[in-house]
């Protein structure tokens, strides 16, 4: 079965330290996401590509976070410097298509910084 | 700004026992999806729906949109402690990106 991948699945990290995620989506969905989960609440979109363009940024704390999706396939988002509080689930989706409503979701990259 | 509020925050209920959970918002989306997710884990979908007043049924879940396309709710029936996990709904508002709610965490004892 279809399925996102993302790698690691557990990150430990020390706080000024950068740490990066990756994620394959679902083979032929146009569009990913990347989403960061505080524990006890929902998903918040960090970023959205269309193909290898960002379609929406506007959460994303660009002084320490990127992300990039250069081919269109894969994706990475990367923290530099990381801080205590992005201690959170990470978590990578993807859909057919930019007006698909329907995501779906890898495993996640449970991050901690100490 | 789109926004989803679920409710209860928390359920505790015996085995057997059914339950229903809310999402309910100012906004009119255009679809509405419900995930489950089980800890340490990502969201799973479980259904999205499209048309006021939908009902949709899973084996024992039942899950109806609003006529006003504004709020939906899940019903479970007969809770077993395999329905344990935290239930996310998301909606899409017309043009605009899909927003979660924070979720209800639903725990069935045996």
């Known amino acids: 079965e279809a399925e996102v991948a993302q790698s690691p699945r557990y990150k430990i990290t020390e706080k000024s330290q950068a740490v990066a995620f990756w994620c394959d989506p679902i083979?032929?969905?146009?569009?990913l996401y990347w989403y960061r989960q505080i524990l006890g609440q929902g998903p918040e979109l960090l970023v959205q590509?269309?193909?290898?363009?960002?379609?929406?940024d506007s959460q994303l704390p660009k002084d320490r976070f990127s992300a990039e999706r250069l081919k269109g396939v894969d994706s990475t988002l990367k923290i530099q410097p990381a801080e205590l509080g992005d201690s959170a689930m990470y978590l990578c989706?993807?859909?057919?298509?930019?007006?698909?409503?329907?995501?779906?979701f890898g495993q996640g990259t449970r991050l901690t910084v100490v | 700004t789109q926004l989803l509020e679920q409710s209860p925050q928390f359920l505790s209920i015996q085995e057997g026992e059914n339950l229903t959970v809310y999402c309910n918002s100012s906004?009119?989306?255009?679809?509405l999806q419900w995930y489950r997710q089980e800890p340490g884990e990502g969201p799973v979908l479980l259904v999205t729906?499209?048309?006021?007043?939908e009902v949709k049924k899973l084996k024992r879940l039942t899950f109806q949109f609003g006529d006003a396309r504004k709020d939906s709710s899940l019903h479970i029936t007969a809770a077993q402690p395999g329905d344990t996990g935290l239930y996310l709904c998301?909606?899409?508002?017309?043009?605009?990106?899909?927003?979660f709610g924070p979720g209800t965490r639903l725990s069935v004892l045996p």
């Open positions: 083979s032929g969905h146009a569009t």
């Open positions: 998301a909606g899409s508002a017309y043009g605009q990106n899909f927003v």
């Open positions: 729906v499209v048309t006021g007043g």
């Open positions: 590509f269309q193909d290898e363009s960002v379609v929406d």
């Open positions: 906004s009119v989306f255009s679809s």
């Open positions: 989706a993807s859909s057919l298509t930019l007006r698909d409503t329907e995501a779906f």
